[in-house]
């Protein structure tokens, strides 16, 4: 089982900060965290940073050059425990840049306390890391196992990238990734392909965003939609044909990606509104949302959250003025987590969040004081246009790539609006609100807890739909011409038996 | 059940620790709290109600309707405001909707830094005890 860490690219900064100072000695710093198990290893959330003050990381009395005082160690393990997060001490080696490791001592050290902060925070976890300039290294000690390596630690935003204790080696990307390697690199596409990136919605923007994120050459996709193809989502969903009308979405995206880039992995899913399905997708290293749910927006916005997965949400609007005119924009609104979250920027309307898990008899009983919108039995679909879609999704497609691949300048990540009419591009900067659920690490917020919280979503799976239509094997649903044709021929030929034979 | 569902339920049990406080789960997560035998006084046509509050899975987020027992209608025959309903919210049970959002205001986020479900309970037997 292999070991990463998480940290927020804004606690990276306030670490590195504690850590290297112009004294080039050595300084320590507390970090909380949550956990994450996932099928790809388990994962340390960092949701805070307590700098060791100096004057509690003297000369050790027992050799070492410097040790974190008793008190203080003590101290930081109660309030992980009260805050039941795992507890992480971290020092710096100043002098190691690309390459860290551990002192005897310092392995002497964790041998000496680790134990008895694993009981003082009843059995969860406890890491001793050091960092590098651009390395760390880390030992994770449990409960009645061996002490295990920390593989590498993930720090999430602006420029979303991993440390190690030492460069990982590089290969050389496929010829079919040239043209795209002249802009990152070898190592860029490298980073690509070992990314697992989740698709949530897979219609008109999400379906845009598959078959991006294929074309790149992402490792795998993790792609949700509980609904079937429709004959009005022809005009824009990529990869659909009319012989897909009634097909799972997720069905048709498999195939697109299939037909682009067959080695990367597709894991398809329902609905992030139940437990299951979100904890699947709290596993990607980055979330798109795709979807016109409030519902889906909650869901996404408390996971990426929780588990401190990096997302963008993407969204084209049509309405219209007094006048009738109609008024179109596109938005694209980044999670690098550091920042306001969907609910601070007020895009999770109470009113139809609640609405949307009303029963039809509840929605019902409130229509005499609604507005006739989250009250609607049958609520009209918006309006939707493939060249809207490409827009947002190319916004956010690109910050994605720009993220994982160090690209961007130094300009914030933050939510955007594109006015096509009036090719208007504005920046919506919003606050974090004090006390927020879902983003203040002062507040009682969901905010790096991972699994240690349960996730507020609705328990299981969704239930597959009515209209569904059953799953066709490749065999039975020929994808040329000229298998068509012979599919043909061959139902005509069993027909001609059958029906000599029935004419006996 | 959440955390939040939860500490929800405990603040009401440990409030109404005098009354009969029923939860039930639903399969969606949500999770509706009843408190049986709440005392409303002589405005209404019954003494006594059943006063329930659904707590969806996405609590706090948002605050939610309350619910008294069917049939309840004020004793003077004036028209309540808001109306009672007579509604089977899927789990059959008849229930009457006292309190809900009102379109004119914005809907806020339930703020548990602040208010806590059983204080609401607190807010709307006050309500029934007097009511306008």
């Not at chain 1, 949701?47 to 008190?71: K, N, T, W």
């Not at chain 1, 630690?153 to 590089?170: A, C, K, Q, Y």
């Not at chain 1, 070898?186 to 008109?204: F, H, K, N, S, Y």
């Not at chain 1, 049958?378 to 939707?384: C, E, I, N, R, V």
Request: overall charge negative.
């Amino acid at each position: 089982m292999s070991w990463t860490a998480t940290i927020l690219e804004r606690d990276y900064d306030a670490l590195q900060a504690q850590l290297f100072r112009d004294d080039e000695d050595e300084h320590a710093a507390f970090l909380y965290a949550g956990l994450h198990e996932t099928t790809r290893g388990r994962r340390l959330l960092v949701r805070h940073v307590v700098p060791v003050a100096d004057a509690d990381f003297g000369p050790s009395d027992r050799g070492a050059y410097r040790q974190v005082a008793a008190r203080a160690v003590a101290r930081a393990a109660l309030d992980c425990d009260e805050a039941g997060l795992c507890l992480l001490w971290a020092h710096s080696h100043p002098l190691s840049n690309r390459c860290v490791d551990f002192s005897s001592d310092d392995l002497r050290a964790h041998a000496y306390a680790h134990p008895a902060l694993i009981d003082m925070t009843h059995g969860r976890p406890v890491a001793g890391l050091v960092f590098g300039k651009a390395s760390v290294a880390g030992e994770i000690w449990t409960p009645g196992a061996a002490p295990e390596r920390l593989t590498s630690l993930r720090i999430v935003g602006h420029h979303t990238r991993d440390l190690f204790p030492e460069p990982p080696m590089s290969v050389i990307a496929d010829e079919r990734f040239a043209r795209q390697v002249m802009m990152f690199g070898d190592v860029g596409q490298e980073i690509l392909r070992g990314l697992t990136v989740a698709v949530v919605g897979a219609g008109g923007g999400g379906s845009l965003l598959v078959q991006m994120l294929a074309h790149l050459g992402v490792g795998k996709l993790i792609i949700v939609d509980f609904d079937v193809i429709s004959k009005s989502n022809l005009s824009r969903v990529v990869g659909a044909t009319p012989a897909d009308v009634g097909r799972l979405k997720v069905d048709v995206m498999r195939e697109l990606v299939a037909r682009i880039d067959p080695a990367i992995e597709v894991e398809t899913l329902r609905d992030i509104a139940y437990a299951a399905d979100a904890l699947r997708v709290t596993e990607a290293d980055f979330a798109f949302l795709a979807t016109d749910s409030i519902l889906s927006r909650y869901a996404y916005n408390l996971l990426c959250h929780q588990y401190l997965v990096p997302g963008i949400q993407v969204g084209a609007k049509v309405t219209a003025d007094s006048a009738g005119r109609a008024l179109v924009h596109v938005m694209e609104r980044p999670l690098t987590l550091g920042g306001p979250c969907l609910d601070c920027l007020g895009v999770i309307p109470p009113d139809v969040l609640i609405a949307e898990q009303q029963s039809d008899a509840e929605r019902r009983a409130q229509r005499y004081v609604d507005d006739g919108q989250a009250g609607d039995d049958d609520p009209l679909d918006d309006p939707s246009v493939i060249t809207l879609n490409s827009i947002a999704t190319a916004l956010a497609a690109t910050d994605f790539l720009f993220m994982f691949t160090g690209l961007l300048d130094s300009a914030p990540l933050i939510s955007r609006v594109y006015y096509p009419q009036t090719h208007v591009l504005r920046e919506r900067a919003g606050a974090a609100k004090p006390g927020c659920r879902f983003c203040d690490p002062a507040a009682a917020s969901v905010l790096a807890r991972g699994d240690l919280k349960r996730l507020s979503l609705r328990p299981g799976e969704r239930t597959p739909l009515a209209r569904e239509r059953a799953p066709e094997t490749s065999a039975a649903r020929p994808q040329s011409w000229w298998q068509r044709l012979r599919a043909w021929l061959g139902l005509v030929r069993r027909r001609g038996v059958g029906d000599g034979a029935s004419g006996r | 059940m959440t955390d939040e569902q939860q500490q929800a339920v405990d603040s009401v049990r440990a409030t109404f620790s005098e009354h009969a406080v029923d939860v039930a789960e639903l399969e969606d997560g949500s999770v509706w709290v009843t408190v049986r035998g709440v005392d409303i006084g002589p405005g209404w046509n019954q003494t006594q109600t059943d006063l329930s509050v659904k707590l969806l899975i996405t609590f706090p987020h948002a605050p939610y309707p309350f619910y008294a027992s069917a049939g309840l209608t004020r004793s003077d025959g004036k028209a309540t405001n808001p109306v009672p309903q007579n509604v089977d919210l899927g789990d059959g049970v008849i229930r009457s909707q006292i309190s809900l959002r009102i379109s004119s205001l914005p809907v806020e986020t339930f703020d548990t830094t602040t208010e806590t479900v059983a204080g609401r309970f607190v807010w709307v037997m006050a309500w029934l005890r007097s009511p306008k």
